[in-house]
């Protein structure tokens, strides 16, 4: 699977929209972008994923370039109880491959 | 609740004891994972099952981890004569395999295993 690169903390003011980065330079064209999150002491979340096109759901929106090498998650009015580590991760497909290889992710701050 | 659960939630033991944690996965969910998480780590793989087969198993997971699904519903994964370094959080996810089709894993809130 893909290496990914995060940035290790952002903060973001809450109500305001939160922009999470991720590069994925060397994913392969039948590898997805998944996104997951982590609140403190509690299992990965599932976000959303996406192969090319733009996603939105009830929880987020996540944005993939064109060239596919890089993308960003939009959490668009951050609350404090948005205040987790987010993870992006790329793999293929769930009849192809099997495990999430998680990375460090960000840390994301909703301040006040 | 019809989310994925682990039992127990802690467990405190002395270097050198068994410990064996269970998963019990979304119900219609044939796939199971174990993942394994330290302090500012990521979660990382340990072993899957499809059903009640073991199809992949980590090299993180030693001879003294042993993971078993035998009526492809909960499972659980045992740790013998543990270490101090097998502390750790121990994370259970589910998905359901189709042919042709990405099923996200759900993860369980983890078994936190403190071996003094």
């Known amino acids: 699977d893909a290496k990914t690169t995060q940035p290790p903390s952002m903060d973001c003011a809450e109500g305001r929209a939160a922009n999470l980065p991720c590069n994925h330079s060397?994913?392969?064209?039948?590898?997805?972008v998944y996104w997951y999150r982590q609140i403190h002491s509690q299992g990965p979340q599932y976000i959303i994923h996406g192969l090319k096109n733009n996603e939105t759901n009830e929880m987020a929106s996540l944005i993939i370039t064109e060239d596919r090498k890089s993308s960003t998650l939009i959490l668009p009015h951050a609350t404090l109880r948005d205040t987790a580590v987010y993870y992006c991760i790329v793999r293929v497909a769930e009849n192809y491959g099997q495990n999430f290889v998680f990375g460090p992710g960000t840390r994301l701050s909703v301040l006040p | 609740d019809t989310g994925v659960s682990q039992d127990p939630r802690h467990k405190i033991t002395k270097r050198g004891q068994n410990v064996t944690f269970r998963c019990d996965p979304i119900s219609e969910h044939n796939r199971l994972y174990w993942y394994r998480q330290t302090l500012g780590q990521g979660p990382e793989f340990l072993t899957y099952f499809q059903n009640e087969a073991q199809l992949e198993k980590s090299r993180l997971l030693s001879d003294r981890f042993s993971a078993e699904r035998p009526k492809g519903s909960f499972s659980t994964l045992e740790i013998q004569r543990t270490e101090q370094g097998d502390s750790a959080m121990y994370l259970c996810?589910?998905?359901?395999?189709?042919?042709?089709?990405?099923?996200?894993?759900?993860f369980g809130p983890g078994t936190r295993l403190t071996v003094t």
């Open positions: 996810a589910s998905s359901f395999r189709t042919s042709g089709a990405i099923r996200e894993q759900y």
């Open positions: 060397t994913i392969s064209g039948n590898e997805y």
